[in-house]
């Protein structure tokens, strides 16, 4: 297989990998609450939610695609 070939299929690889990633969709395991999206509508939620669970151990986690 020549040079070319494999890094085209390489590029082909990694697009599909991102193409899933980004669109494929999320599930969460049985009993967890669905995943949600932080924008400036849902805001004010989250700052009520955190706030409101001063007395348990309380994580955000950010993940960005980029």
């Given at each position: 297989?020549?040079?070319?070939?494999?890094?085209?299929?390489g590029?082909?690889?990694?697009?599909?990998?991102?193409?899933?990633?980004l669109?494929?969709?999320?599930?969460?395991?049985?009993?967890?609450?669905?995943?949600?999206?932080l924008?400036?509508?849902?805001?004010?939620?989250?700052?009520?939610?955190?706030?409101?669970?001063?007395?348990?151990?309380r994580?955000?986690?950010l993940?960005?695609?980029?």
């Open positions: 297989m020549s040079r070319r070939k494999i890094i085209v299929l590029l082909v690889a990694v697009a599909v990998f991102f193409l899933f990633y669109y494929g969709g999320s599930a969460t395991p049985a009993g967890q609450q669905p995943l949600g999206r924008d400036s509508a849902t805001l004010a939620s989250l700052k009520d939610s955190f706030n409101g669970s001063a007395r348990s151990a994580l955000i986690v993940v960005s695609p980029t």
